[in-house]
T-cell receptor, first 111, second 115 residues
Framework: ETGVTQTPRHLVMGMTNKKSLKCEQH?????MYWYKQSAKKPLELMFV???????ENNSVPSRFSPECPNSSHLFLHLHTLQPEDSALYLC??????????FGEGSRLTVL | AQSVTQLDSQVPVFEEAPVELRCNYS??????LFWYVQYPNQGLQLLLK??????LVESINGFEAEFNKSQTSFHLRKPSVHISDTAEYFC?????????????FGKGTKLSVIP
């Protein structure tokens, strides 16, 4: 199994839908992250969980709702998104101040 | 707060030619510096990092980067590129001793290796 697994890899949703992105890490790390990657923009940190507690929330709209039920799983719940939310959503994990290990991403298209 | 500037959004280069991808950072305190690589349809992978010690750091696939404090730069170089090096490269900076969640990424440089 790869270190960080994201599902689904591709998601198309309407603005009124509710969907969730899932991330699972098999590396025994104690921190997990959601990043948003849009074309021609720097990678944007959305949320950080360390030891299952949210430690960072970079002014992300409330239509994005993270959940971290345990140190191996991270979800991003999506509700009433806008077309400008279309992007690649990357999950990552790390151990303390170590390097980030990324998943392959979930490509989201909002119609 | 720290910031990162990658001066080139796209760099085309012929196979076996040398390449340099430029990265400059801005910070008033000591930093850690990183280069990540993203191959098509994949997530980012750490290529190399500078935390302390020797200012020249190397990766296992022939890339190297040199930390230049006076010029606030961390340029990535390879003397001879291969087709498989085609990817997007991201420079990142964090404050020394800070957690990984304080990484600031540049906008990325797309390296295209031409056969």
């Amino acid at each position: 199994e790869t270190g960080v697994t994201q599902t689904p890899r591709h998601l198309v949703m309407g603005m009124t839908n509710k969907k969730s992105l899932k991330c699972e890490q098999h590396l025994g790390h104690n921190a997990m992250y959601w990043y948003k990657q849009s074309a021609k923009k720097p990678l944007e940190l959305m949320f950080v969980y360390s030891l299952e507690e949210r430690v960072e929330n970079n002014s992300v709209p409330s239509r994005f709702s993270p959940e971290c039920p345990n140190s191996s799983h991270l979800f991003l719940h999506l509700h009433t998104l806008q077309p400008e939310d279309s992007a690649l959503y990357l999950c990552a994990s790390s151990q303390s101040t170590g390097e980030l290990f990324f998943g392959e991403g979930s490509r989201l298209t909002v119609l | 707060a720290q910031s990162v500037t990658q001066l080139d959004s796209q760099v085309p280069v012929f196979e076996e030619a040398p390449v340099e991808l430029r990265c400059n950072y801005s910070s008033s305190v000591s930093v850690y510096l990183f280069w990540y690589v993203q191959y098509p349809n994949q997530g980012l992978q750490l290529l190399l990092k500078y935390l302390s010690g020797s200012t020249l750091v190397e990766s296992i696939n022939g890339f190297e980067a040199e930390f230049n404090k006076s010029q606030t730069s961390f340029h990535l170089r390879k003397p001879s590129v291969h087709i498989s090096d085609t990817a997007e490269y991201f420079c990142a900076v964090s404050l020394s001793g800070a957690g990984s969640y304080q990484l600031t990424f540049g906008k990325g440089t797309k390296l295209s290796v031409i056969p």
